[in-house]
């Protein structure tokens, strides 16, 4: 499982670049917790963090649909926040369905565009 989803992370990766105007919004699910971040992969940095471990998650933490939801909406605000509106959607290999759809319809209900 593991192999196969870094496999499909590499190939995505070959496509999927951020750039200040159009950061890269990349997931990461671990069995107990969810991460989301906004990379600039032209300066190497990210712009913004969000994960599951926050006081805003506090009640619905864990890496099930209701966080990833809960998410999606504070990394939208947050995005939005700093002024950025256009994301490119990095999945992580992950098959889009469960936790990361739920976390990408949150995000673009929160007003990110991907």
Same mark, same amino acid.
């Given at each position: 499982?593991? %192999?196969?989803?870094?496999?499909?992370?590499?190939?995505?990766?070959?496509?999927?670049?951020? /750039?200040? =105007?159009?950061?890269?919004?990349?997931?990461?699910?671990?069995? #107990?917790?969810?991460?989301?971040?906004?990379?600039?992969?032209?300066?190497?940095?990210?712009?913004?963090?969000?994960? /599951?471990?926050?006081?805003?998650?506090? !009640? *619905?933490?864990?890496?099930? %649909? *209701?966080?990833?939801?809960?998410? !999606?909406?504070?990394?939208?605000?947050?995005? *939005?926040? *700093?002024? %950025?509106? #256009?994301?490119?959607?990095?999945? !992580?290999?992950?098959?889009?369905? !469960?936790? %990361?759809?739920?976390?990408? =319809?949150?995000?673009?209900?929160?007003?990110?565009?991907?």
């Amino acid at each position: 499982m593991k %192999i196969a989803r870094l496999k499909r992370h590499k190939r995505i990766r070959k496509k999927v670049v951020g /750039t200040q =105007e159009r950061p890269r919004l990349s997931v990461y699910r671990s069995h #107990k917790n969810m991460y989301a971040q906004l990379i600039n992969d032209d300066a190497n940095s990210t712009l913004l963090s969000c994960t /599951t471990l926050q006081e805003e998650c506090k !009640g *619905k933490r864990g890496a099930n %649909i *209701k966080a990833a939801t809960l998410l !999606g909406e504070i990394l939208a605000k947050k995005a *939005k926040d *700093k002024g %950025i509106e #256009k994301v490119v959607f990095d999945r !992580g290999g992950y098959l889009y369905h !469960g936790c %990361i759809k739920a976390l990408a =319809e949150a995000a673009r209900k929160g007003g990110l565009v991907f």
